[in-house]
C-alpha cells in the first residue's frame, strides 16, 4: 500500500516560510534540533520498560524533587545537542539550578526553556509522559545570554510547544499563527502534519484538578470547582473529571476534546505558596499554544499567564487553562 505524502514538519514550515520571506530559517532550524532530541528520547521512553532506565537516577533537583533517570536522559540529551545547535544564546531546564550557557563560538539569536520530561511520577507506571518548550528572541546583542534574556514574557515568544510520549510520539507546536499538530511515524523516523489548526472547544467536557489538594484551596477556588460539578444541562455539565499527573497529557487531551485544567495555588507547604507548575516551561509555552487554539490561561487571581514577566527561573504560577467559555466563568469567581 503506497503510503499518502505526509506533511513532515520541515515541508511545513517552509510553506509557511513562503508567507515570511524576511525568515532565516533559524527557527526552523532550532525546531529541527529540538526534534532531533525528541526523537531520541522518544526512542528511549518506548524501551524504558526493557532498558536500565527506569526508576530513580539518587539525584534531588531544584524543585526538591527527586530526578528519575529518564528526566536525567531526556534533560541530558537536550542539553547537548542545544548546546551546539547555533541558534541559542541560553537555556534553562526545569532540572538545571542556574542558567545553561551555548558551546562558545555557538552562540545564536534564541533562548530555549523547557521541562525535559513533564509527568515524571508517570514514568514507572507507563502513562503518558512528555517535553515541553518556550522559545524567546535574546535581549542582549552578542556572546552568550544571561538571567535577562531567559525572564522574558510569555506573550513575547516566538515559539512553544510540547512532545508527548504516548500511544504514539506527537510533536504539538506553534509559531503564532495556529498550532499544528504532527504524528510520528517511527518506521521512517518522521513526524507528519497530522492535526493541521488545531481549535480548542469554546466549551469543556473535561475538568482536570488533582481533588486530593481540595481541603488547601483557596474558598473562591474551591466554589468554582464545585460549580463545575454541578448538573447544568445547558453547560454539559457535571463535568467528567480527567487527570493523569502530567500535566502535558492531561492539557492535550484538553486540547483536542474541551476542558479545564486547574492547578491552585494551595497552602499545604508554605515554601511553596503558588502550587507546583512553573511559569517558564510549563505554564507559559502552554498559555501560548492555548490562546493560539482558542482557549485562555489565567491565574487564580484571573492574571493573564501570559502577562507575567518572570522574577526567577523556576518561579511557580498558579495555573487555570482551556476552553475560553470556561476560563471567562472561572474569572468571575476569582478576580
Ligand atoms: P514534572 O514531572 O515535570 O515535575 O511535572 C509534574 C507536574 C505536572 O506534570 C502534573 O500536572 C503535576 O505535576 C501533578 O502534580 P500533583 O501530583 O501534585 O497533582
Ligand atoms: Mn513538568
Ligand atoms: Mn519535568
Not at 23 to 32: F, K, M, R, W, Y
Not at 66 to 92: H, P, S, W
Given at each position: 500500500?503506497?503510503?499518502?505524502?505526509?506533511?513532515?514538519?520541515?515541508?511545513?514550515?517552509?510553506?509557511?516560510?513562503?508567507?515570511?520571506?524576511?525568515?532565516?530559517?533559524?527557527?526552523?532550524?532550532?525546531?529541527?534540533e529540538l526534534?532531533v532530541a525528541?526523537?531520541t528520547i522518544?526512542?528511549?521512553?518506548?524501551?524504558?520498560?526493557?532498558?536500565?532506565?527506569?526508576?530513580?537516577?539518587?539525584?534531588?533537583?531544584?524543585?526538591?524533587?527527586?530526578?528519575?533517570?529518564?528526566?536525567e536522559f531526556a534533560n541530558n540529551t537536550i542539553k547537548k545537542r542545544m548546546a551546539r545547535c547555533?541558534?541559542l544564546?541560553?537555556m534553562?531546564s526545569?532540572e538545571e539550578?542556574?542558567?545553561i550557557p551555548v558551546e562558545?563560538?555557538y552562540?545564536?539569536?534564541?533562548?530555549l526553556?523547557f521541562?525535559p520530561?513533564?509527568?515524571?511520577?508517570?514514568?514507572?507506571?507507563?502513562?503518558?509522559?512528555?517535553?515541553?518548550?518556550?522559545?524567546?528572541?535574546?535581549?542582549?546583542?552578542?556572546?552568550?545570554?544571561?538571567?535577562?534574556?531567559?525572564?522574558?514574557?510569555?506573550?513575547?515568544?516566538?515559539?512553544?510547544?510540547?512532545?508527548?510520549?504516548?500511544?504514539?510520539?506527537?510533536?504539538?507546536?506553534?509559531?503564532?499563527?495556529?498550532?499544528?499538530?504532527?504524528?510520528?511515524?517511527?518506521?521512517?523516523?518522521?513526524?507528519?502534519?497530522?492535526?493541521?489548526?488545531?481549535?480548542?472547544?469554546?466549551?469543556?467536557?473535561?475538568?482536570?484538578?488533582?481533588?486530593?489538594?481540595?481541603?488547601?484551596?483557596?474558598?473562591?477556588?474551591?466554589?468554582?470547582?464545585?460549580?463545575?460539578?454541578?448538573?447544568?444541562?445547558?453547560?454539559?455539565?457535571?463535568?467528567?473529571?480527567?487527570?493523569?499527573?502530567?500535566?502535558?497529557?492531561?492539557?492535550?487531551?484538553?486540547?483536542?476534546?474541551?476542558?479545564?485544567?486547574?492547578?491552585?495555588?494551595?497552602?499545604?507547604?508554605?515554601?511553596?505558596?503558588?502550587?507546583?507548575?512553573?511559569?517558564?516551561?510549563?505554564?507559559?509555552?502552554?498559555?501560548?499554544?492555548?490562546?493560539?487554539?482558542?482557549?485562555?490561561?489565567?491565574?487564580?487571581?484571573?492574571?493573564?499567564?501570559?502577562?507575567?514577566?518572570?522574577?526567577?527561573?523556576?518561579?511557580?504560577?498558579?495555573?487555570?487553562?482551556?476552553?475560553?467559555?470556561?476560563?471567562?466563568?472561572?474569572?468571575?469567581?476569582?478576580?
Amino acid at each position: 500500500m503506497n503510503k499518502p505524502l505526509g506533511v513532515t514538519v520541515i515541508r511545513h514550515i517552509v510553506d509557511s516560510q513562503r508567507l515570511h520571506p524576511e525568515a532565516t530559517g533559524d527557527l526552523s532550524g532550532l525546531l529541527n534540533e529540538l526534534i532531533v532530541a525528541g526523537k531520541t528520547i522518544s526512542a528511549e521512553v518506548n524501551m524504558a520498560g526493557l532498558a536500565d532506565i527506569l526508576g530513580m537516577s539518587g539525584k534531588t533537583n531544584i524543585q526538591g524533587e527527586k530526578v528519575q533517570k529518564l528526566d536525567e536522559f531526556a534533560n541530558n540529551t537536550i542539553k547537548k545537542r542545544m548546546a551546539r545547535c547555533g541558534y541559542l544564546c541560553v537555556m534553562t531546564s526545569e532540572e538545571e539550578d542556574d542558567i545553561i550557557p551555548v558551546e562558545d563560538g555557538y552562540e545564536g539569536k534564541y533562548t530555549l526553556a523547557f521541562d525535559p520530561l513533564d509527568g515524571s511520577t508517570n514514568i514507572d507506571v507507563n502513562v503518558n509522559i512528555g517535553t515541553i518548550f518556550s522559545v524567546h528572541r535574546r535581549r542582549t546583542k552578542w556572546g552568550q545570554g544571561g538571567w535577562e534574556d531567559m525572564l522574558q514574557r510569555g506573550r513575547d515568544q516566538v515559539a512553544a510547544g510540547y512532545i508527548l510520549y504516548g500511544s504514539s510520539t506527537m510533536l504539538v507546536f506553534t509559531t503564532g499563527e495556529g498550532v499544528q499538530g504532527f504524528t510520528l511515524d517511527p518506521s521512517v523516523g518522521e513526524f507528519y502534519l497530522s492535526h493541521p489548526d488545531i481549535r480548542t472547544p469554546e466549551r469543556s467536557k473535561y475538568l482536570s484538578v488533582n481533588e486530593g489538594n481540595s481541603h488547601y484551596w483557596p474558598e473562591n477556588v474551591r466554589r468554582y470547582i464545585d460549580a463545575l460539578k454541578e448538573k447544568d444541562k445547558e453547560k454539559g455539565r457535571p463535568y467528567s473529571c480527567r487527570y493523569i499527573g502530567s500535566l502535558v497529557a492531561d492539557f492535550h487531551r484538553n486540547l483536542i476534546a474541551g476542558g479545564i485544567f486547574i492547578y491552585p495555588r494551595d497552602n499545604k507547604d508554605p515554601e511553596k505558596p503558588y502550587g507546583k507548575l512553573r511559569l517558564l516551561y510549563e505554564a507559559a509555552p502552554l498559555a501560548m499554544l492555548i490562546e493560539q487554539a482558542g482557549g485562555r490561561a489565567i491565574t487564580d487571581d484571573g492574571i493573564n499567564i501570559l502577562d507575567i514577566t518572570p522574577d526567577s527561573l523556576h518561579q511557580r504560577v498558579p495555573l487555570i487553562i482551556g476552553s475560553k467559555l470556561d476560563v471567562d466563568e472561572a474569572e468571575g469567581y476569582l478576580g
